[in-house]
């Protein structure tokens, strides 16, 4: 299991590196972002949130032939309808909230061998794509929300964190 890092942490403000070598130690990682990611309940991981400042990030919805580790992702094309869904992260986690995003998007990324692919995906998957591509530029998803809604958020996150540490010393 990797540490997920939490809101505060630099790393999850970095813009990240590409990945140039695609060799066993990548696999492993890809690997142990997977695990992770599903033991925390999640259904994207990027590399910035267990502190690794690569562009890659895993998705697992738990529908069939969506587990794809994306490395060097790129979104190349979006519709132009927006829709909003409540979101969370695991580098934020216990608060949520609706953001918008668009609906479609198609994406072109290598995998674990660094083969390339395209993949044009809507709902869910089109979802966690791109919420987990944002980690790759340094952005949450508190960051799409107005001012007074991102506050809000924060303070429910700093709120709950507060709580969390109070309760791990007793």
């Known amino acids: 299991m ?5 809101y505060g942490d630099e790393v999850l403000r970095e813009k990240t590196d590409r990945v140039e070598v695609f060799d066993d130690a990548l696999a492993l990682l890809v690997d142990a972002m997977f695990d992770t990611m599903i033991e925390a309940d999640g259904v994207g991981l990027a590399a910035p949130q267990v502190g690794v400042s690569k562009r890659l990030f895993v998705v697992d919805t738990r529908s ?3 587990r794809i580790a ?3 992702p790129e979104i ?6 927006s829709v909003p869904y409540e ?4 580098s ?3 608060v949520y909230h609706d953001v918008m995003r668009p609906s479609h998007i198609t994406i072109r990324a290598q995998d674990v061998r660094g083969k390339g692919f395209t993949l044009k995906a809507g709902g869910l998957l089109a979802r966690v794509i791109q919420h987990e591509n944002d980690h790759l530029d340094g952005r949450l998803f508190i960051d799409r929300l107005d ?5 809000k958020v924060i303070a ?3 709120k709950k964190e507060k709580g969390r540490r109070k309760k791990k010393k007793a």
């Not at 979101?87 to 695991?90: D, I, Q, S, T, V």
């Open 87 to 90: 979101e969370g992260c695991l």
């Open 147 to 151: 001012d007074r809604e991102r506050e």
């Open 2 to 6: 990797l540490d997920i890092f939490k």
């Open 70 to 72: 994306f490395i060097n």
């Open 92 to 94: 934020v986690p216990g």
């Open 64 to 66: 069939a032939g969506e």
């Open 76 to 81: 190349i094309e979006t519709s132009d309808d």
């Open 156 to 158: 429910q996150y700093e």
